[in-house]
Every structure is written in C-alpha cells, then in structure tokens.
C-alpha cells in the first residue's frame, strides 16, 4: 500500500484546509487511515483518524470543533478538512494506514499504522 497525502500549502490565521490522503490500491486491505502532524522540534502527534467500514472516527482535543475527518471509499481517499487554522496547527501532516484492525483506542499511537504517506507542510501565519 502506498499512500499519498497533499493539500498542505501557507494560509493566514483562520483559513481552512483540504488535505488529501489517497491510497495506491483498493483499500480492502486498509481497516483505518490516522492523520499525524509534525512540527520541528517536537514528536509526531496524533491529529484525527477513521474507521473505513461505518465511519467512526476519533480526534485529539486540541482540533475537536475545527477538524473533520472523512473518507471516499470509492475514491481510496481519505480528507482532513481543516477550519480555523491557527500557529500551532502548522507542520508536517502525514497520513498512514492500520492493515490489521487495531482498537480505536489505540489510533493515537503511530507504531499502531503500518503504511505512511510522505507528508504534506501545512505553514500558518499570524
């Protein structure tokens, strides 16, 4: 499975977001797709993340309200619209797959994903 995030781009305090996450093959194989970001100097951090069958989803608190998770199975493509955008959202944002069905309760952890995308630079001026 290869996995190909975009979408990030430099946009001011309050803009919004598209990122893409689109995977290589039919995601048959792909139980749930976990967005990450990564700003310098800090570790990777679990952003949102969606079941593929039934659509459940899970997000960290600091994006709850601004960030919405979704997915296109016809499309093999998995979206993180992101609304109100601030400084502190501003990173590297990558994409990866869980292929073995982990428990949501452990979506946040990136050793739980065994497909990752390249990363797309998400940048935030104030």
């Known amino acids: 499975v290869q996995l190909q995030a975009c979408g990030g781009g430099l946009v001011q305090t309050g803009d919004s977001l598209r990122l893409s996450c689109a995977a290589s093959?039919?995601?048959?194989?792909?139980?749930?797709v976990g967005w990450f970001r990564q700003a310098p100097g800090k570790e990777r951090e679990f952003v949102a993340a969606?079941?593929?069958?039934?659509?459940?989803?899970s997000y960290t608190d600091s994006v709850k309200g601004r960030f919405t998770i979704s997915r296109d199975n016809a499309k093999n493509t998995v979206y993180l619209q992101m609304n109100s955008l601030n400084p502190e959202d501003a990173a590297v944002y990558f994409c990866?797959?869980?292929?073995?069905?982990?428990?949501?309760?452990?979506?946040?952890?990136?050793?739980?994903?065994?497909?990752w995308g390249q990363g797309t630079q998400v940048t935030v001026s104030s």
């Open positions: 990866a797959a869980d292929t073995r069905n982990r428990r949501s309760d452990m979506w946040y952890r990136p050793s739980e994903y065994d497909y």
């Open positions: 969606i079941r593929l069958s039934g659509g459940s989803t």
């Open positions: 093959r039919r995601t048959f194989n792909i139980y749930a």
